[in-house]
């Protein structure tokens, strides 16, 4: 009797189909595709599980042990799992093999329990991946590790690492040594025992946000010691990053810097004691400058005192006395034709030295204490001593003075006039100028005052005499001192060309003595 069995036939062809298409998918996969008996035997691998055994086809394996392509080491281990998956239960095992040319590789097994058709056996179907570049990569990152953390050890610096969310797994021997503590009572969050409580908020915000960013940390704080004492210290911390900028652990290290707090300290406290000395002897100095300037204000008076004292003597006085000799002179001259021609010359020639020496004695006594000044005013005075300079020296003066200026006080008036007639006196004396000029110029509240030559110069070293409060010869120290108490400057220009004196002063204000006034400045 007949039976269609078409539909076997398909199924048949089907199972084939799909059987062959697993085979190759097996084959063409790059990992190790094998099943193990339950007592070691190899009953089949694809060609990727060949080619890491080293053997040149299947042949050269199937039917062989496989325990003897397990290294030595870990045989025993492979064994007792290709047992326990073969009772039935899932697994994995890393373990090396070496291939039949010797070469050593470390493996992965991903291993489930299957039933064998033909021996109706439950025997081991296993993936193997080849994890050897990964293990070399890990042994060298423990060797890495064993050197950072052996060169960590031995730094002077307290040391540690933190995984990427801070908790910390690992500390340097100083950091124990200088703590007293153990790792139990460190681990993760344990380092917090260890800080300053009123510091310890501030320290946990600043690391929760460099954790949270990324951000390394930096910060001085201190550290209590085996000892309880607390010391100071800088606090660095960088993050590991792999390829991909992930943070894979935290290296951080705590620097001792009390010492140099401390010093920092005593140098601070040595400046500000030395500020203060220093601020104290400024005080003396001030004061003593001060006194200086009081006694130098009184000195000026009392010779400006003594001028119009001694002028006043010189006219009233010898003044009067050669008058009277004159007239007597006079008396005698009258009667001269009675005398023989040797006397009566003489008295010819004594009466022009009395009369020069009365016009000396004039002269002098004006310019001791001019009393045109005080009668005509400051212009006049001016005029007037620049005619006689003029006449006593040979060098011509031109004048630019203000035809509306009015009355001065009287300090003012005298230290111009005195500043005029000193600057006069230098041209004559140093500057071989054969002009001067003299020029006043108002300019709201403040008159200036310009004396200018055309003579050789003052010479750089002198300048740099002038520029010092008590280097600059008498003349202008004195010229300095008149304005100080007027609230006033003096500037001197000199080049080769010429010199060009500027004194500034406020054209009725009188400063009481003492008070802080500008000095000198010199213009090269």
């Not at 003396?284 to 003597?313: G, H, P």
């Not at 010359?345 to 009393?371: D, F, G, K, M």
């Not at 005195?418 to 403040?446: D, F, K, M, P, Y």
Request: charged fraction near 25%; charge should be negative; aromatic fraction near 6%.
């Amino acid at each position: 009797m007949a039976r269609d069995i078409t539909a076997q036939r398909r199924t048949e062809a089907a199972l084939r189909e799909s059987e062959e298409r697993f085979r190759a998918i097996v084959q063409a996969t790059p990992e190790c595709v094998k099943v193990v008996g339950p007592d070691g035997t190899l009953l089949a691998m694809n060609s990727a599980g060949c080619g890491m055994v080293e053997a040149d086809s299947d042949a050269d394996v199937i039917g062989a042990s496989v325990y003897d392509l397990i290294a030595p080491e870990f045989r025993q281990r492979f064994m007792e799992f290709n047992q326990n998956v073969c009772g039935g239960n899932k697994g994995q095992v890393e373990f090396q093999i070496v291939g039949l040319k010797g070469t050593r590789r470390w493996m992965e097994t991903h291993a489930v329990p299957m039933r064998d058709p033909s021996s109706s056996q439950t025997v081991q179907l296993a993936v193997t991946r080849d994890i050897t570049a990964r293990k070399e990569a890990e042994e060298k990152l423990r060797r890495s590790e064993e050197e950072l953390r052996a060169l960590a050890d031995s730094i002077p610096q307290l040391a540690w690492m933190a995984n990427p969310d801070g908790h910390i797994f690992w500390y340097n021997h100083g950091w124990y040594d200088y703590t007293g503590t153990t790792f139990d009572q460190m681990e993760g969050w344990g380092w917090k025992t260890v800080h300053d409580p009123e510091l310890l908020p501030l320290v946990l915000e600043r690391w929760a946000e460099s954790v949270r960013t990324g951000t390394p940390f930096e910060m001085e704080f201190p550290l209590r010691g085996a000892d309880g004492v607390y010391r100071w210290f800088l606090t660095r911390v960088r993050p590991f990053r792999d390829p991909e900028g992930t943070i894979t652990r935290w290296f951080g290290t705590n620097t001792n810097i009390d010492e140099q707090r401390q010093l920092l300290q005593s140098l601070s406290e040595a400046r500000d004691q030395l500020e203060k000395r220093v601020e104290d002897r400024t005080a003396e100095l001030k004061a003593a400058n001060e006194s200086l300037r009081d006694l130098s204000v009184r000195l000026l008076k009392v010779q400006d005192e003594e001028r119009r004292k001694l002028a006043r003597e010189l006219h009233d006085s010898v003044g009067q006395i050669l008058a009277a000799l004159s007239m007597n002179i006079s008396v005698v001259q009258s009667r001269s034709h009675k005398l023989d021609p040797v006397a009566a010359r003489a008295v010819l020639e004594n009466a022009q030295l009395v009369q020069q020496a009365s016009s000396e004695i004039r002269t002098l006594s004006y310019l001791l204490h001019p009393p045109v000044l005080e009668i005509a005013g400051l212009v006049s005075a001016i005029r007037w001593y620049a005619d006689g300079f003029s006449e006593r020296s040979k060098i011509k003066v031109d004048l630019e003075l203000p035809s509306d200026l009015d009355r001065l006080p009287d300090d003012i008036e005298l230290a111009i006039f005195r500043i005029i007639q000193e600057c006069l006196t230098n041209v004559h004396r140093h500057s071989g100028s054969s002009t001067a000029e003299i020029r006043i110029q108002q300019q709201g509240s403040r008159l200036i005052i310009r004396v200018r030559d055309n003579g050789k110069g003052i010479p750089l070293e002198k300048q740099l005499e002038l520029i010092g409060s008590s280097r600059g010869g008498v003349g202008f120290a004195g010229m300095r001192e008149r304005l100080r108490q007027l609230d006033g400057t003096l500037e001197i220009q000199s080049d080769p060309t010429g010199t060009v004196v500027t004194a500034t002063l406020a054209a009725g204000i009188t400063h009481p003595a003492g008070e802080t006034a500008n000095e000198t400045t010199l213009s090269p």
